[in-house]
């Protein structure tokens, strides 16, 4: 079993900047992906951004430039660096991580509010 949790959200004004950590704890396989989905209410989950063990990075085209992803893989954690946000970026922000045999895990969900 793997564990997620999340830390790093929060309040802050337009324009302003905000790092989300995600630490992954359990039987972890070396070959995973680690990610950031959102979600509003009564909306579906969408990507925004996601890490291979690799390194490579995959983002959502509404934070491309604005957001970065990145991981340490020794702590098993992942980041996401988040400038110059929106009040479209206000949502609750859940960290994924699934692994090359298709199992699945999310995080507790952390609240992000961007205010105008």
């Known amino acids: 079993q793997v564990q997620l949790v999340e830390s790093g959200g929060g309040l802050v004004q337009a324009g302003g900047s905000l790092r989300l950590s995600c630490a992954a704890s359990g039987s972890i396989f070396s070959l995973n992906v680690m990610g950031w989905y959102r979600q509003a209410p009564g909306k579906a989950r969408e990507l925004v951004a996601e890490?291979?063990?690799?390194?490579?990075?995959n983002y959502a085209d509404s934070v491309k430039g604005r957001f970065t992803i990145s991981r340490d893989k020794g702590k098993n954690t992942a980041y996401m660096e988040m400038n110059s946000l929106k009040p479209e970026d206000t949502d609750v922000y859940y960290c994924?991580?699934?692994?090359?045999?298709?199992?699945?895990?999310w995080g507790q969900g952390t609240q992000v509010t961007v205010s105008s």
């Open positions: 994924n991580l699934r692994t090359g045999y298709g199992h699945e895990y």
């Open positions: 890490i291979t063990s690799g390194g490579s990075t």
